[in-house]
């Protein structure tokens, strides 16, 4: 049986490794119907090169997941536009506004704090010979960045915490039901009125942090609504937090998994060196494995046409695996040139948290290296990494070392 007829995202053993289907995709059906999403999906570089960068052709409104519409599935108001699914000039509006706090400059002033954060976390977590390296790092520190960054209380974060979770885990288990959980749809609404009561705090005493920025507006923007921070808040949790986690996780999965690249960068523990792992960890196990458009009409792409009204699923991971732009894509290089990966999305909707997943990665793999440059995998943790339910979001839910 070809690895075609098995090929499913809602698949656990394609959730596990989905790269092998990936080659079948890209060699023998570049534009594949999956029935289970009702979605054509594109593998190839240059599909989903085209598929991102031109969004009047390959719409972000009202996507459609099994027929039905995806806003409709999902715990939160669909009815309020996001930077992720909306068209310009809505999309231009938003992402003129949120943008200004995503400068590199302000990323950059930034990294003091990122390094702290991750020197605590990081002699806390090797203070023992065997730690979970999700709980210590990879979680904590891109979410405790988020939260100061919004001006989340430090007495909610745990709450704050606590509903990301819920909501960023919560795509796998409706993709398969239909409708998100009750406890799901809970901390959604838990959320939505914490986050009104601070937007409106915020738009009556400014203190700065971003959701001050995003309710103040300025500079001949609008400020956004309650329910559009509210909004904003979540797609950075996704762009900004869980994208950093799961590089994280993936990048010490790689680099013990590739031996000869882990004594690499033990020789060589700089800065650059760790932000060449997070860079070639990005394409080699990207943290987003796709993202769905909806066909504004009949357009050709390899291996036929899709009808107009038609969803499609481009598969970055795919795509930064293709032979055709990286060679040897197989092969886990930090040397490797890797300008153009796909990790981030493309055109008017690259990811708005690229820069600060850069900026935290390399610095936690930094103080990692130099507190604890060997480890391995501890005895407790499974043979079968767990990636949780979702296709989309790729990072181990733990990942268990021991110092060696």
Not at 179 to 208: C, F, L, Q, W
Not at 323 to 347: C, I, Q, V, Y
Request: hydrophobic share 40%.
């Amino acid at each position: 049986m070809s690895l075609l007829d098995k090929f499913d995202v809602l698949d656990p053993e394609v959730i596990n490794n989905p790269y092998p289907y990936f080659v079948e995709l890209r060699e023998k059906a570049p534009l594949f119907w999956l029935k289970s999403l009702e979605a054509h999906v594109v593998s190839r570089y240059e599909d989903v090169t085209y598929v991102l960068k031109n969004p009047a052709l390959f719409s972000s409104v009202d996507i459609r997941v099994k027929g039905q519409l995806a806003k409709d599935r999902s715990p939160l108001d669909g009815s309020v536009a996001n930077l992720v699914n909306s068209d310009p000039p809505v999309h231009t509006r938003l992402r003129g506004l949120v943008s200004r706090a995503f400068i590199p400059k302000r990323i950059s002033e930034m990294e003091p704090r990122v390094l702290e954060l991750s020197k605590g976390f990081v002699a806390e977590m090797t203070a023992h010979e065997e730690f979970d390296f999700m709980d210590g790092l990879a979680s904590p520190l891109p979410v405790t960045v988020i939260s100061e960054m919004l001006g989340i209380e430090v007495s909610r974060r745990r709450d704050f915490k606590r509903w990301s979770d819920s909501l960023i885990h919560s795509g796998a288990q409706t993709l398969r039901d239909g409708k998100p959980s009750e406890e799901v749809v809970r901390n959604a609404h838990e959320m939505r009125d914490y986050m009104a009561e601070i937007a409106e705090k915020r738009r009556r005493e400014p203190t700065g942090d971003l959701i001050s920025l995003l309710v103040q507006g300025g500079e001949g923007a609008e400020p956004l609504t309650p329910q559009e921070v509210n909004s904003f808040a979540i797609i950075l949790l996704i762009a900004g937090n869980e994208t950093t986690t799961n590089l994280l996780g993936n990048s010490l999965l790689a680099l013990i998994r590739n031996p000869e690249q882990y004594d690499w960068l033990r020789r060589n523990p700089t800065r650059e060196a760790c932000a060449r792992v997070s860079e070639e960890t990005l394409r080699y196990d990207s943290p987003v494995m796709g993202l769905l458009r909806r066909t504004t009409q009949d357009v050709e792409l390899s291996g036929g046409k899709v009808p107009a009204g038609s969803s499609v699923m481009a598969l970055l991971a795919s795509a930064n695996h293709d032979p055709r732009k990286f060679s040897n894509p197989e092969r886990f290089d930090p040397e490797r040139e890797t300008n153009g990966l796909m990790s981030f999305g493309h055109g008017i909707h690259f990811c708005l948290g690229a820069p600060l997943t850069r900026l935290e990665a390399p610095v936690a793999l930094k103080e990692l290296m130099e507190r604890a440059p060997r480890l391995g995998l501890a005895s407790r943790q499974p043979e079968r990494i767990d990636y949780g339910g979702s296709f989309f979001l790729r990072g181990p839910r733990s990942l268990w070392l021991r110092k060696s």
